[in-house]
């Protein structure tokens, strides 16, 4: 039996910024993300996540928190320094996120993401990227926003792919460490997305001196798996 047909589309409704950030925020994106887990491994080794709901927990608490009050807010502010072009900004907002980072393997993370990423803009026509490739004091963060002003994806719709592309990093991860049945982490990822509109506006209302946050169990966490004996992640 056919399917009915979905009503057609404009094609004027889907832009090129739209496909641009859905490549941006894609898991494919060859970065290296999936290595990742932002200190999630030494908390289901610890035992804090268990089931769906802790998991659940962890995940929108730090969207709440973490992403909401420190790395959506300097992102905005590295998406607005690349419109303008203000290098000296840049580099101050990506040192900022560097040095708010928890633990060395965190730093570690937003570097070694912030390299591969640069390197794959270069490799995709964004010459600016070419002098952050190195750089000491690169971050994702900072390649993210960059990406996005070049390719004209807007700055709230940039914010949204970054919550939502660490988002589903994180469910990735736990489907694998928890572990988590695949409906289970869709689950979760349905939850997150209603989540993120509310979050974005929220980060992007904060002010320059409210910008910071620090999780004391992200902070364990990520600590205590840089000496974690058996583990599958990097951080």
């Known amino acids: 039996m056919e399917l009915p047909h979905s009503a057609s589309i404009d094609d004027s409704e889907v832009s090129l910024p739209l ?7 894609s898991p494919a994106l060859p970065v290296g993300a999936f290595a990742y887990s932002r200190g999630q491994e ?3 080794h610890a035992g804090w996540l268990m089931e769906e709901d802790q998991v659940c927990s962890w ?15 300097v992102l905005a502010r590295l998406y607005g320094a690349w419109q303008r072009k203000g290098q000296c900004s840049v580099e101050y907002w990506s040192a900022y996120l560097l040095a708010s980072r928890e633990s060395a393997e965190f730093q570690a993370e937003e570097v070694q993401l912030g390299r591969a990423l640069a390197r794959l803009l270069v490799g995709l026509g964004l010459v600016e990227a070419r002098e952050w490739m190195m750089h000491p004091k ?25 919550a939502w592309s660490w988002i589903e990093n994180q469910v990735a991860a736990a489907v694998k460490l928890v572990p988590l049945g695949q409906t289970a982490g869709q689950k979760i990822l349905a939850l997150a997305a209603a989540e993120i509109p509310g979050a974005v506006n929220r980060a992007l209302a904060v002010c320059d001196e409210d910008i910071g946050y620090l999780s004391i169990g992200l ?3 990520g600590a ?12």
Request: charged share 10%.
């Open 19 to 25: 496909l641009r950030l859905l490549q941006l925020a």
């Open 42 to 44: 030494w908390a289901v």
């Open 59 to 73: 995940i929108l608490g730090l969207l709440n928190h973490s992403l909401v009050l420190l790395d959506i807010p």
């Open 138 to 162: 690169v971050s994702y963060a900072a390649m993210f926003s960059l990406a996005s002003v070049k390719w004209n994806i807007s700055e709230k719709h940039a914010c949204a792919g970054y």
């Open 219 to 221: 902070a364990c966490a």
């Open 224 to 235: 205590l798996h840089e000496t974690q004996h058996t583990r599958l992640f990097r951080s």
